[in-house]
């Protein structure tokens, strides 16, 4: 296992990733992608302080992570947020989502960030897993939804 993620080169993320990534999500999800990665990636570059990273196997996007920093509010104080992430399926149990975790946690302890925030579904049994193995824990914020179509 070593050997595999020695060949792992985990770099920023680019606008260019938006369609390798946008194929990892398609076979995560096994349904059409809605997201538009290109603009959230374009933002990523736009604004250098957040951190996004891919991982490359062979030149290809074996997984990604995307976060951003959020400058407070309702008792948070300047923290980050990771919104998405995900493993090319074929690769998932092999520690590219915990190298992806690595960079983001040191890209952000250089700045300063002291926590770092994510949501996961409640039934999404592998990502809570992840999460939780990569030292994270509930924390006091409540998610909460508003439907703006009911």
Same mark, same amino acid.
């Given at each position: 296992?070593?050997? =595999? ?6 770099? #920023?993320? +680019?606008?260019?990733? $938006? ?18 990665? #290109? ?13 996004? %990273? &891919? $991982?490359? /196997? ?8 995307? *976060? ?10 300047? !923290? ?10 074929? /690769?998932?149990? #092999?520690?590219?989502? @915990? ?9 952000? +302890? ?9 949501? &996961? #579904?409640?039934? *999404?049994?592998?990502? /809570? *897993? %992840?999460?939780?193995? !990569?030292? %994270?824990?509930?924390?006091? =914020?409540?998610? /909460?939804? @508003?439907?703006?179509?009911?």
């Amino acid at each position: 296992m070593d050997d =595999f993620l020695d060949q792992l080169n985990i770099r #920023r993320i +680019k606008p260019e990733d $938006a369609e390798a990534i946008t194929r990892i999500q398609a076979a995560i999800t096994k349904s059409p992608v809605e997201i538009d990665f #290109r603009h959230i990636i374009d933002e990523q570059v736009r604004r250098a302080e957040n951190a996004g %990273f &891919v $991982a490359e /196997l062979n030149g290809k996007v074996a997984g990604y992570m995307i *976060s951003y920093i959020i400058y407070g509010g309702f008792g948070l104080e300047k !923290s980050a947020w990771i919104a998405t992430m995900g493993v090319d399926p074929r /690769l998932m149990g #092999r520690g590219i989502g @915990k190298r992806l975790a690595g960079e983001i946690f040191k890209a952000y +302890k250089q700045k300063g960030i002291q926590h770092i925030f994510t949501t &996961v #579904r409640w039934d *999404s049994a592998d990502l /809570l *897993s %992840f999460f939780k193995t !990569s030292g %994270f824990d509930r924390s006091n =914020f409540i998610n /909460l939804r @508003k439907d703006l179509n009911g």
